[in-house]
């Protein structure tokens, strides 16, 4: 089955900071790939998207890569501020006829420091 | 406003009574599905639904029910509750699926003693 590995966290960076948090991916046949992001005691949010290979998706400084050769979907924010502290998901839509099939990766706490 | 609402916000209830969480969006999308958030393990799909009356399996159906006789409600059902199934729940809804934008609802606290 489809399965997303993201980097152990949590993870702690002083504002202006470079933030990467990586994303690997297990699927069959062409999956869609997603980063979340959940703010303290809110639900979840779409941060961005990417939905075929090579395709970069971006948001609010937030960019990631679909790397197909090394089925992976890296986050990443050239500088970070302190109101991005929340909880980071990567996640994967399948292909085919699991099109409405969402699986997440555990989650990446990221705290951000003035 | 647009907005996805679930009812009732906290719940704490006994192993073996049924209980109902009920999710409703006024956006008229499609899509809606049930999501269950634990730590260290991320948020895991329970059941989806791509449209009336049209359900299917996420990850972890078991022990879990829904039903989508209209397009604006997704009730999730516990037959039988039991400790394991305490977790944080979240419903969520976009347009058509989910390279659409998900929005989520506020989320359910179930504790099941």
């Known amino acids: 089955g489809n399965s997303v590995t993201q980097m152990e966290g949590p993870v702690t960076l002083s504002e202006e900071a470079f933030l990467t948090i990586n994303c690997t991916y297990t699927a069959t046949g062409y999956p869609s790939l997603f980063w979340y992001v959940q703010y303290p005691g809110e639900g979840l949010q779409l941060l961005l998207k990417?939905?075929?290979?090579?395709d970069k998706g971006s948001n609010k400084g937030f960019e990631a890569t679909y790397r197909k050769e090394t089925t992976s979907f890296h986050l990443e924010k050239g500088s970070v501020q302190v109101s991005d502290s929340a909880v980071y998901f990567c996640?994967?839509?399948?292909?085919?006829?699991?099109?409405?099939?969402?699986?997440f990766g555990q989650g990446t706490i990221l705290t951000v420091h003035p | 406003e647009a907005q996805v609402t679930q009812n009732p916000r906290y719940l704490i209830t006994v192993t073996g009574k049924k209980l109902t969480v009920t999710c409703s969006q006024n956006m008229n999308h499609e899509y809606m599905s049930w999501y269950r958030q634990d730590p260290g393990l991320g948020l895991r799909q329970i059941y989806y639904s791509m449209n009336v009356e049209v359900t299917d399996k996420g990850d972890v159906p078991e022990g879990y029910k829904v039903s989508r006789k209209e397009k604006r409600n997704f009730p999730l059902i516990l037959e039988s509750p039991s400790p394991n199934q305490t977790s944080l729940y979240f419903c969520a809804s976009s347009a058509r699926g989910l390279t659409d934008t998900q929005y989520f609802g506020p989320g359910t606290r179930l504790t099941v003693l």
């Open positions: 990417a939905t075929k290979a090579d």
């Open positions: 996640a994967l839509r399948g292909g085919g006829t699991s099109y409405g099939k969402l699986t």
